[in-house]
């Protein structure tokens, strides 16, 4: 493998910039709206897996959870000390 970028540890030097270079050439609503999907798609995966470790969860336990994983154990409590879920 050719020499690694500095931020992407598992990708070439050569990969990376052509990356970058269509980051560059994006409008930047383009792609704020490529960050948020890919944020959606993140917060997906994470609640599939709350799914798959707690079937019996409801919606909402789903969402409590997910925001659990977010905050940590400690804030969640704090926020939320009437409920108490396991990620």
Known sequence: M????PY???TSREAA???YE???S?????????ALD????ARAVLEAGIRHRHPEYDDRSVHL?????????RL???AFSDREVEP
């Open 2 to 5: 050719s020499e690694v970028h």
């Open 8 to 10: 992407m540890r598992d």
């Open 17 to 19: 910039t052509v990356y």
């Open 22 to 24: 269509v980051l560059r």
């Open 26 to 34: 994006m409008r930047p609503e383009e792609r704020l709206r490529r």
């Open 38 to 41: 890919l944020s959606d798609q």
């Open 65 to 73: 959870a997910a925001v659990r994983l977010s905050l940590g154990k």
């Open 76 to 78: 969640f409590r704090e």
